[in-house]
C-alpha cells in the first residue's frame, strides 16, 4: 500500500524530471545552433526562476517562517543540493547556484554566454535529471526512505499537513550556524 503522499510525490517527481528534461534539450539546441529561439529563452527563463527559488531556499534557513512560499523555496533548494553533489561548503553552494543563475538568465535574454558555463547549467540540470529518475523509481518500487527534513504548511489556524520533502540537506543544514538536521 502506498502512503498517502504517494502519488502527488510520484507526480512532483516526474514533473520536475520532465522539466530538467526539457532545459537539457534546449540547451544543447543552443549549443548546436548557436542561436536561442523564443521557445529556448522562455524554458530558460523557468530556469533561472528556479535556481532563484533554489537560492532562496537555501537563505530560507537563516530565517525561517513556514509558509506555502518557504515550501516551495525548500523544494528547490533541495533539488538544487541533489544537483550538486560535489559542493560542500554553502558558500560554494551559493556561488554555483549565482553563476548557474545567471547563465540560464543571459540565454532567456537572447545571449549566448560562454561555452563552459553552458555547459555546466546542462551537467546541474543532466544532475537534476538523474536525481529524479531515481527518486521515481524508488517511488515506483516503494524503496522510499524518511526525509531528513520535513517542512509543514502554517496557516492563521495553526500547523497544517506535511506538504513537502526536503532531502538529502543534512550536510548543508549541518554547516550552518545554529542548525542541525535529525531524522524523524
Not at 502512503?3 to 520532465?18: A, M, P, V
Not at 553552494?93 to 549566448?112: P, Q, W, Y
Not at 554566454?113 to 555546466?120: G, L, Q, R, S
Not at 536525481?131 to 526525509?147: C, G, V, Y
Request: net charge negative; no cysteine.
Amino acid at each position: 500500500m502506498h502512503s498517502e503522499h504517494w502519488f502527488s510525490d510520484l507526480t512532483r517527481s516526474l514533473t520536475n524530471g520532465f522539466f530538467a528534461d526539457e532545459v537539457i534539450l534546449a540547451l544543447a539546441s543552443v549549443e548546436r545552433h548557436k542561436r536561442v529561439t523564443v521557445e529556448e529563452q522562455t524554458t530558460l527563463k523557468k530556469a533561472a526562476e528556479h535556481l532563484d527559488f533554489a537560492l532562496a531556499g537555501h537563505d530560507w534557513l537563516d530565517n525561517p517562517r513556514f509558509s506555502q512560499k518557504a515550501s516551495t523555496y525548500a523544494s528547490f533548494f533541495g533539488q538544487a543540493v541533489k544537483a550538486l553533489p560535489s559542493v560542500t561548503t554553502s558558500g560554494a553552494f551559493v556561488r554555483n547556484l549565482a553563476g548557474l543563475k545567471e547563465t540560464a538568465a543571459e540565454i532567456a535574454s537572447g545571449k549566448l554566454p560562454d561555452e563552459k558555463k553552458v555547459t555546466a547549467l546542462r551537467a546541474f540540470f543532466f544532475n537534476a535529471s538523474q536525481a529524479e529518475l531515481d527518486r521515481t523509481e524508488q517511488l515506483l518500487n516503494h524503496e522510499t526512505e524518511p526525509s531528513a527534513l520535513s517542512l509543514f504548511d502554517v496557516t492563521e489556524d495553526g500547523l497544517q499537513d506535511e506538504v513537502e520533502s526536503v532531502e538529502n540537506t543534512t550536510g548543508l543544514l549541518a554547516k550552518r550556524p545554529g542548525w542541525t538536521a535529525t531524522n524523524r
